[in-house]
T-cell receptor, first 112, second 111 residues
């Protein structure tokens, strides 16, 4: 079993719809949870971080964390063609090393 | 502000040739630094991390090595490249919330 698993994708939604991306992790000791967006040929960029159970909203993005279920999700409201990218889920530990473990990513296409 | 540089941006190398990729960071002192590799269509695999000059931790056995000769410099090397070393190599440093900030990456193709 992979340490961080994401929807295999690809995921396609029409413009203006809600895109839902899901991620599960295996290590119950994980303390920090991140969503990165990666455009084709580019390096990943952080879009959301979440550290406690519940929802965290930032503009059109909402991250949800459920530590009991070991589940993290990202909702993108009013999806735009510019949201078309691969979304990487990562989990980490708040230690000196500060390492993160990444999922394989879910590719999202938003169709105009 | 903190910035991270990597070079070269792209590299095509024959099997068996040596490799040296460089990463430098500006705007911070004594940062943790990380080398990741991303195979085509896959997520990021942590290869090495460093918490200070001369301190290297290896995450996976492979034919690569890393060095940190200066506070803000992190180098990834190989003596003899394999086909399986092809990929997108990313250097990163952590933010205050343990998130990762990535450099622009080096795309390596081994032929």
């Amino acid at each position: 079993q992979k340490e961080v698993e994401q929807n295999s994708g690809p995921l396609s939604v029409p413009e203006g719809a809600i895109a839902s991306l899901n991620c599960t992790y295996s290590d119950r000791g994980s303390q920090s949870f991140f969503w990165y967006r990666q455009y084709s040929g580019k390096s990943p960029e952080l879009i959301m971080s979440i550290y406690s159970n519940g929802d965290k909203e930032d503009g059109r993005f909402t991250a949800q964390l459920n530590k009991a279920s070991q589940y993290v999700s990202l909702l993108i409201r009013d999806s735009q063609p510019s949201d078309s990218a691969t979304y990487l889920c990562a989990v980490g530990y708040n230690t000196n090393a500060g390492k993160s473990t990444f999922g394989d990513g879910t590719t999202l296409t938003v169709k105009p | 502000s903190q910035t991270i540089h990597q070079w070269p941006a792209t590299l095509v190398q024959p099997v068996g040739s040596p490799l040296s990729l460089e990463c430098t960071v500006e705007g911070t002192s004594n940062p943790n630094l990380y080398w990741y590799r991303q195979a085509a269509g896959r997520g990021l695999q942590l290869l090495f991390y460093s918490v200070g000059i001369g301190q290297i931790s290896s995450e996976v056995p492979q034919n690569l090595s890393a060095s940190r000769p200066q506070d803000r410099q992190f180098i990834l090397s190989s003596k003899k490249l394999l086909l399986s070393d092809s990929g997108f190599y990313l250097c990163a440093f952590p933010g205050m919330g343990y998130e990762q900030f990535f450099g622009p990456g080096t795309r390596l193709t081994v032929l």
